[in-house]
């Protein structure tokens, strides 16, 4: 069997009928992930991922790794149910502070789930429980072996835009991280290796910070090829689009090759 030499990363966020930023609708959800079942690709763990980039580990060719950011509700009630159908697994990195507690929701008589920016003005007033995932759900999500959970940090907050002197921006950082790893700790009783930067900021102190504190994969929202010499602190990402199967073949053929995925990055001015 042949070899994985670039591993795609597919980031989505909402998998909802209400249409909105960063959203494909149910039913492009099923034509993708059927389509990537069909054609015989194998959906790897975070793990997995990561030691693949570290050079420790050989993934099959055809390999695609499927991230969510955020941790909203619709991913329960409408990406997992497809998931666990056709027997693929993707990894959700979830805001630890907008997680709530209570009972799982019903995916078969499926709560409102409303679109992006109605769920940005709940989290805003204090009502994240309605519109993102429970502990519950993870839990049910993570023992069907469909979902992992890793960290999107605890907060989502953007330091670098709220907080102007260096040594206190990575202060709060380090606290924002530590809580994340804390609450994934006492919730999933695991110590998190994979941390996703909200809206994809980073620099050089977060890197570091992120480090110390023991993330070893960070997941950026730059557009690159991933393969055995990427640093697993500069993890590429494929922006899904609420588009066809036919479309996404074609992203996940160009970022399956380290060279038909460099020479598009360049082409596009983000190599
Ligand atoms: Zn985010």
């Known amino acids: 069997m042949s070899h994985a030499r670039a591993v795609p990363v ?21 034509n993708h992930m059927e389509t990537l079942a069909a054609r015989g ?5 975070a793990d997995e991922f990561l030691e693949f980039l570290l050079g420790k580990y050989d993934l099959p060719a055809k390999s695609v790794f499927i991230t969510f950011d955020d941790g ?29 507690n209570g009972q799982a929701r019903s995916t078969t008589s499926p709560p409102l789930c ?23 759900e993870i839990e049910a999500m993570e023992a069907a072996g469909s979902v992992e ?32 790893r804390d609450t994934l700790r006492q919730k999933l009783g695991r110590d998190d290796r994979h941390l996703c930067w909200p809206q994809g900021y980073f620099d050089h102190d977060y890197v570091s910070v992120a480090q110390e504190l023991g993330f070893e994969a960070l997941y950026t929202t730059r557009k ?11 993890i590429g990402r494929l922006v899904t689009k609420d588009r066809t199967d036919k479309w996404l073949e074609r992203r996940i053929f160009i970022y399956s090759s380290p060279f038909l995925g460099g020479l598009y990055s360049k082409l596009r001015g983000e190599a």
């Open 10 to 30: 597919l980031m989505y966020h909402h998998v909802s009928p209400n249409p909105g930023l960063v959203t494909v609708s149910p039913a492009t959800f099923r």
């Open 41 to 45: 690709y194998q959906t790897i763990g």
């Open 72 to 100: 909203y509700l619709d991913n329960y009630v409408y990406a997992y149910p497809v998931l666990r159908e056709l027997g693929l697994k993707a990894t959700i990195f979830a805001v630890t502070g907008w997680v709530g």
């Open 114 to 136: 409303p679109d992006h920016r109605a769920c940005k003005v709940a989290i805003a007033e204090g009502r994240a429980d309605e519109v993102m995932l429970r502990w519950s």
């Open 149 to 180: 959970i890793h960290s999107h940090t605890h907060s989502h907050a953007r330091w670098d835009k709220t907080v102007a002197d260096p040594a206190a921006r990575r202060a709060a950082l380090a606290q924002d991280l530590a809580s994340s």
């Open 224 to 234: 690159h090829v991933n393969t055995r010499h990427t640093p697993p602190t500069d």
